[in-house]
């Protein structure tokens, strides 16, 4: 059983588009996020929500949006894409939120190419 | 502006020998270390981790080492096996910070028989 899921695993789309990518996590814990790796291969974070709460947000472009339904969720939606947001876009989520050791749980990623 | 470094972006290792990974920051307030461990097409897995009050931390074959004043850790592996072949990053955070990560850029590391 997945502790964080990510769908789809692979988008393929053309610019302008709108697209979302749907996390789920079932490890209970209260905090999640969303880190994008660029072909850099560098991992950056875009967004983090505590219990639906939006904690964390990075600059990123307004359209990125984010949505938590509830604290084992978090989706993100992505309005007019552009060739940039090419990139592999990771879940992750953690037990504990403000204070004390955090180690994140990832999920598998979802892999987005604008065309 | 990249508050967390790895200069080596690969490592060759012979199978049995002692893989050293290494990892250097700049901010003073990040007080909680990890590493990453990545194959292809997975998320990054947890590896191992230290805290700012202690300078080593070990799990089994896998050892942290952190040099508060010169703001740099290490992660070494002994012996290495086929099976650690992957992207090892390492991942810096601050207290309060609401467990945001700050990554370095990974370092690929190929472990041959």
């Known amino acids: 059983d997945t502790a964080v899921s990510q769908t789809p695993k692979y988008l393929v789309t053309q610019m302008g588009n709108d697209k979302s990518i749907k996390c789920e996590q079932n490890?209970?814990?209260?905090?999640m996020y969303w880190y994008k790796q660029d072909s850099k291969k560098f991992l950056k974070i875009m967004f983090s929500?505590?219990?639906?709460?939006?904690?964390i947000n990075e600059t990123v472009p307004n359209r990125f949006s984010p949505k938590s339904p509830d604290k084992a969720h978090l989706n993100l939606h992505i309005n007019s894409l552009e060739l940039g947001d090419s990139a592999v876009y990771f879940c992750?989520?953690?037990?504990?939120?403000?204070?004390?050791?955090?180690?994140?749980?990832f999920g598998a990623g979802s892999r987005l190419t604008v065309l | 502006d990249q508050q967390v470094k790895q200069n080596s972006p690969s490592l060759s290792v012979q199978e049995g020998r002692i893989s050293i990974l290494n990892c250097d920051y700049t901010?003073?307030?990040?007080?909680?270390f990890l590493w990453y461990k990545k194959y292809p097409a997975e998320g990054p897995t947890f590896l191992i981790s230290?805290?700012?009050?202690?300078d080593k931390n070990e799990d089994g074959r896998f050892t942290v080492f952190l040099n508060k004043s010169a703001k740099h850790l290490s992660l070494h592996i002994v012996p290495s096996q086929p099976g650690d072949s992957a992207v090892y990053f390492c991942?810096?955070?601050?207290?309060?910070?609401?467990?945001?990560?700050?990554f370095g850029a990974g370092t690929q590391v190929v472990v041959t028989p």
């Open positions: 992750a989520s953690n037990p504990r939120g403000a204070t004390g050791a955090n180690v994140l749980t």
């Open positions: 490890l209970g814990h209260d905090t």
């Open positions: 929500y505590n219990n639906k709460e939006l904690i």
């Open positions: 901010n003073s307030m990040f007080d909680y």
């Open positions: 230290i805290s700012s009050i202690k």
């Open positions: 991942a810096a955070s601050a207290s309060g910070g609401w467990g945001k990560l700050q």
